[in-house]
């Protein structure tokens, strides 16, 4: 048999070896925005999983873009050496393509760890004064957040640039700017969250204006040859929010700027959203903006099953799939879904015996174990 999503794929000036690639995951485990040794076991385990691209969790560009005070951070020298010294260990393990997604939390920032309750910090606890469109809360019981000045966005574009500069020094082969999730840029993006009257509020053009200004801020400093992509939304999932024929025209705007993929997530501006969640669930916004864009485009959402993943790539939804659950819950998956396949995938070397063709009976494990 033939599988699609064990077949190349071009991505900038890179050709992936399979459709399957890992979604960003906060982990929530550093220090002052320094990755630490939970890091390299985690992205370790990942890049070892016969994936062909990973991307490292959602990256704060300043102390205050983080959704808690344990998110990853790329603003000090401190965080670009821990970031570089979990980097070159993923190089010296596996070739998989390594990249950054750089953000903002705005409104949904200051807050707990999901395991310690995800709720906003109080003063005692260290909360910090957040940032959005629109002086708006995320919902009853949080803060409202501070309304950007032109100047403050001014110079959250000036901290994604000295990001994108030392994700380059760092020696990620491609950033992913985040916008989708309710984080800042998709707080832009979303009525619900944008209730500017200036240029930056109002039609989609406006909503638009501030992530694209970032996109192309970052894809200006970030060296020609390597890749900078984007998640996107789907859809608010709520009456009067940022809907799937916005999805595409935004696409359509990140293609002209230069945008190497997007991949296509839904929801999370508002907490109350009724969510149809189910298994491939946002694969249909993914595909409307492959079908209507032409822009490489990666499904994300319950996809679990590896027929279900060949599926999405061999009726033309997406180009490849992003896991995330799926792969915290078995980083085999890769490996797995090429037997299940009935594909062969190289394993590294120090792990080629647990091919399940390398157990078959009558094959020994040789005299030296
Ligand atoms: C532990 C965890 C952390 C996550 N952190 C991020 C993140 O940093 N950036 C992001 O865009 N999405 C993040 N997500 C969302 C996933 O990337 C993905 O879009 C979502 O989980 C749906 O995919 P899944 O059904 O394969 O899990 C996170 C999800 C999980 C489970």
């Known amino acids: 048999m033939t599988s699609q999503l064990f077949t190349p794929l071009q991505i900038g000036n890179r050709t992936l070896p399979n459709r399957i690639t890992v979604a960003p995951m906060c982990q929530y485990s550093a220090i002052n925005g320094s990755m630490t040794d939970w890091h390299l076991m985690h992205l370790g385990t990942l890049a070892i999983s016969g994936a062909s691209m990973l991307v490292i969790e959602m990256t704060g560009v300043t102390p205050a873009a983080h959704i808690t005070p344990y998110c990853v951070g790329l603003y000090s020298d401190d965080n670009e050496a821990a970031m570089k010294r979990v980097v070159d260990y993923v190089r010296s393990i596996s070739p998989i393509l390594l990249g950054v997604q750089l953000a903002h939390a705005g409104r949904k920032g200051s807050a707990h760890r999901p395991w310690q309750g995800h709720g906003p910090l109080q003063a005692d606890e260290g909360a910090w004064q957040t940032q959005?469109?629109?002086?708006?809360?995320?919902?009853?019981?949080?803060?409202?957040?501070?309304?950007?000045?032109?100047?403050?966005?001014?110079?959250?574009?000036?901290?994604?640039?000295?990001?994108?500069?030392?994700?380059?020094?760092?020696?990620?082969?491609?950033?992913?700017?985040?916008?989708?999730?309710?984080?800042?840029?998709?707080?832009?993006?979303?009525?619900?969250?944008?209730?500017?009257?200036?240029?930056?509020?109002?039609?989609?053009?406006?909503?638009?204006?501030?992530?694209?200004?970032?996109?192309?801020?970052?894809?200006?400093?970030?060296?020609?040859?390597?890749?900078?992509?984007?998640k996107i939304s789907g859809t608010d999932f709520v009456d009067g929010g940022f809907t799937p024929d916005e999805a595409v025209v935004y696409a359509r705007a990140l293609k002209a700027e230069g945008c190497a993929y997007v991949t296509v997530s839904s929801g999370g501006v508002v907490l109350d959203a009724k969510i149809p969640v189910g298994p491939g669930y946002q694969v249909p916004f993914a595909e409307r903006v492959k079908k209507e864009v032409g822009i490489t485009t990666g499904a994300v959402g319950l996809i679990t099953d590896a027929q279900q993943a060949e599926a999405i790539i061999t009726n033309g939804q997406a180009d490849f799939i992003s896991l995330a659950r799926a792969m915290l819950f078995n980083p085999r998956?890769?490996?797995?879904?090429?037997?299940?396949?009935?594909?062969?995938?190289?394993?590294?070397?120090?792990?080629?015996?647990?091919?399940?063709?390398?157990?078959?009976?009558?094959?020994?494990?040789?005299?030296?174990?």
């Open 333 to 369: 998956w890769p490996q797995h879904a090429a037997v299940a396949l009935g594909v062969e995938v190289p394993y590294p070397p120090q792990y080629e015996r647990a091919a399940p063709k390398a157990w078959r009976p009558g094959r020994t494990l040789g005299k030296i174990s």
């Open 132 to 230: 959005a469109p629109s002086a708006v809360p995320l919902a009853a019981g949080w803060p409202a957040p501070q309304a950007m000045s032109k100047s403050d966005m001014q110079q959250l574009t000036g901290a994604f640039v000295q990001a994108a500069k030392r994700a380059a020094r760092v020696g990620l082969d491609f950033i992913e700017i985040h916008s989708t999730h309710g984080y800042l840029l998709s707080e832009f993006l979303s009525p619900l969250s944008n209730k500017r009257s200036d240029e930056y509020g109002g039609s989609l053009e406006n909503r638009m204006r501030f992530p694209l200004e970032v996109f192309r801020a970052v894809r200006e400093v970030f060296p020609a040859d390597r890749h900078v992509g984007a």
